[in-house]
């Protein structure tokens, strides 16, 4: 049983930054794909971004591309998501998952993954 805390959320306003971190409790961590996904007010769980086991394979959501970066540091089991040029409509609750092997280097959905923190709110507005 893999355990993540998200932090890092807040306030920001239009065109500035945020550093999300996602704590997982065990070095098991490091054998999961990590991904991100956020979830608006009235609107479905959305996919931002996930990084391999390896860190060595990244893949992003168009909306998000060329403004935010997905990474992790195994040794510490932690992962993070630096964003950037943030916009309103990225305003949303935002959750780190873990992903086992099973589902390969950069899954996507949310049924493939395995493990889900509690979410961290960004809210961006001037």
């Known amino acids: 049983q893999v355990q993540l805390v998200e932090s890092g959320g807040g306030l920001v306003q239009p065109g500035g930054s945020l550093r999300l971190s996602c704590a997982a409790s065990?070095?098991?961590?490091?054998?999961?794909?990590m991904g991100w996904f956020r979830q608006a007010p009235g609107k479905e769980r959305e996919f931002v971004a996930t990084?391999?086991?390896?860190?060595?394979?990244?893949y992003y959501a168009d909306s998000v591309k060329g403004r935010f970066t997905i990474s992790r540091d195994n040794a510490k089991n932690t992962g993070f998501l630096q964003m950037s040029r943030l916009k309103s409509e990225d305003t949303a609750v935002y959750y780190c998952?873990?992903?086992?092997?099973?589902?390969?280097?950069?899954?996507?959905?949310?049924?493939?993954?395995?493990?889900w923190g509690q979410g961290t709110q960004v809210t961006v507005s001037s």
């Open positions: 065990e070095g098991t961590f490091s054998l999961y794909a």
């Open positions: 990084i391999s086991w390896s860190g060595s394979t990244t």
């Open positions: 998952a873990a992903s086992s092997p099973d589902y390969g280097l950069k899954p996507q959905h949310p049924e493939e993954y395995d493990y």
